[in-house]
């Protein structure tokens, strides 16, 4: 079944504790992205990858680092959290700008509380 | 992408066919229309997409209007799992970059 998966589902944190959620697909997408969603502001867009090796900044990147070494994986990381990205977190992919449809497929969230 | 507007919300008896509108009066000749839903803090998920035409799949009927200026998404028997909020995006076919998420409709279905 062709899915996006992120891990993990729930996290409770505390401030500056370094973490990591994972995203895998398993679909050979080229593009990649991670959005947070906040009540109020919609989904806005952290990082993206076009392929691998290659990302860059969205939105609201700050704060956040990522990672693009293998295709199907693209692990957002938040070195030392903060309050402010208490968030629900969204994982995505598609086959990439320029190719057909370019329909994203999103994984199930990741709901993180920072204290 | 070019902006558009949907109604805050409605309501759609179980059963019955779920007609949703779009408004996106500055879209330009080769943006499609694209649907996606969020089912309650699930990950959005795509529906049906469009460009002039009428479109339909096991999901839902997309309507375009000839002039392209508006669009409804038809569910045609509503049923209590779909309730959830529904986002018109316009975009180019081939535009790879963040979709664009506006304020959508919510959509409950009653009983």
């Known amino acids: 079944e062709a899915q996006v998966t992120q891990n993990p589902r729930y996290l409770i944190t505390v401030t500056g504790k370094k973490l990591t959620v994972t995203c895998s697909q398993n679909?050979?997408?080229?593009?990649m992205s991670w959005y947070r969603q906040d009540p109020g502001l919609g989904l806005r867009q952290i990082y993206y990858?076009?392929?691998?090796?290659?990302?860059d900044k969205g939105d609201v990147p700050e704060g956040y680092k990522v990672s693009r070494k293998e295709k199907r994986n693209f692990p957002l990381i938040l070195e030392s959290p903060s309050p402010n990205q208490t968030s629900l977190y969204f994982c995505?992919?598609?086959?990439?700008?320029?190719?057909?449809?370019?329909?994203?497929?999103f994984g199930a969230g990741t709901r993180l509380s920072v204290l | 992408d070019a902006k558009t507007t949907q109604p805050p919300s409605m309501d759609c008896a179980e059963g019955r066919a779920a007609n949703l509108p779009c408004n996106h009066s500055?879209?330009?000749?080769?943006?499609?229309v694209y649907w996606y839903r969020q089912i309650h803090s699930q990950g959005p998920q795509y529906i049906i997409h469009?460009?002039?035409n009428n479109e339909t799949n096991e999901m839902a009927s997309l309507i375009i209007t000839e002039d392209r200026k508006s669009s409804t998404l038809i569910l045609p028997h509503a049923t209590l799992r779909d309730t959830a909020v529904y986002y018109c995006?316009?975009?180019?076919?081939?535009?790879?970059?963040?979709?664009?998420f506006g304020q959508g409709t919510e959509l409950s279905v009653k009983p």
């Open positions: 995505a992919s598609s086959l990439g700008s320029g190719l057909a449809k370019n329909i994203q497929y």
């Open positions: 679909m050979n997408h080229e593009y």
């Open positions: 990858s076009m392929n691998v090796e290659v990302t």
């Open positions: 500055t879209i330009s000749g080769n943006e499609y």
């Open positions: 469009g460009l002039k």
């Open positions: 995006i316009a975009r180019f076919y081939n535009q790879g970059g963040k979709l664009i």
